[in-house]
């Protein structure tokens, strides 16, 4: 059906407060990942899941980042104590996994994140 | 671990004409895709062509083609027939297809404009 949607498109906060950022992959998909844009750079690896588990977390800046994706399909990515460093796009992309699996990606348009 | 580099910040094109973007990129690994994404302002990450390693030929989709150079680790893109529509953030990414997440490694982008 549709493509990856996320919301907020677009989310201000103030420094120290908490987010969260979610991610609606394409259905069916199975692979979830999320990157982080700063401005002017290419994306930036942070998490990928295959169904309900983080497979692998190593692009997690620190340990005020986090991520669920409880029931194998929306994820959320959860941002404590933010600081100012971590304005920037958050992508979320999915990708169809097994027998008729694909090496594509497909992203969402991101959500603009501003730490004042 | 993988690197990408795009050597080109800006680059700009008269309507019509041919573009070439470069990208060169290291690695130690024989199993991997290639791929040329496009961002425009809208932020959505759209794919434009992508590329098996173990294919010699090179991938061509419409007005966008590749020239693959396995040996000497590059892989630019050409876009004939420049349209209007064609002006956006260009990030060449890298793929390790033999195992693990299949994660993209980008690089930082080329800011192309379709003159009129």
């Known amino acids: 059906g549709a493509g990856v949607s996320q919301t907020p498109s677009n989310k201000v906060t103030e420094k120290g407060k908490y987010v969260e950022l979610r991610c609606d992959p394409i259905?069916?998909?199975?692979?979830l990942y999320w990157y982080r844009q700063s401005l002017g750079q290419g994306p930036e690896f942070l998490i990928y899941?295959?169904?309900?588990?983080?497979?692998?977390d190593s692009g997690l800046p620190n340990d005020r980042f986090f991520a669920v994706r409880p029931e194998g399909s929306v994820s959320t990515l959860k941002i404590q104590r933010t600081e100012r460093g971590d304005s920037a796009v958050y992508l979320c992309?999915?990708?169809?996994?097994?027998?008729?699996?694909?090496?594509?990606?497909?992203f969402g348009p991101g959500t603009r994140l501003t730490v004042l | 671990a993988q690197t990408v580099t795009q050597s080109q910040p800006e680059m700009s094109v008269q309507e019509a004409e041919t573009v070439t973007l470069s990208c060169t990129y290291d690695?130690?690994?024989?199993?991997?895709?290639l791929f040329w994404y496009k961002q425009p302002p809208s932020r959505q990450m759209i794919l434009v062509i992508r590329?098996?390693?173990?294919?010699?030929q090179n991938a061509t989709e419409n007005r966008f083609s590749v020239n693959f150079q396995k040996a000497a680790k590059s892989f630019s893109l050409k876009i004939s027939d420049s349209q209007l529509g064609d002006t956006a953030m260009y990030f060449c990414?890298?793929?390790?297809?033999?195992?693990?997440?299949?994660?993209?490694?980008f690089g930082k982008g080329t800011k192309l404009s379709v003159i009129p």
């Open positions: 992309a999915s990708r169809r996994t097994g027998t008729s699996g694909s090496s594509e990606q497909f």
């Open positions: 259905s069916g998909h199975t692979a």
């Open positions: 899941f295959q169904g309900t588990g983080a497979a692998d």
């Open positions: 690695t130690s690994e024989s199993n991997y895709y």
């Open positions: 590329q098996e390693a173990y294919k010699q």
């Open positions: 990414a890298f793929l390790y297809s033999g195992a693990g997440s299949y994660q993209l490694t």
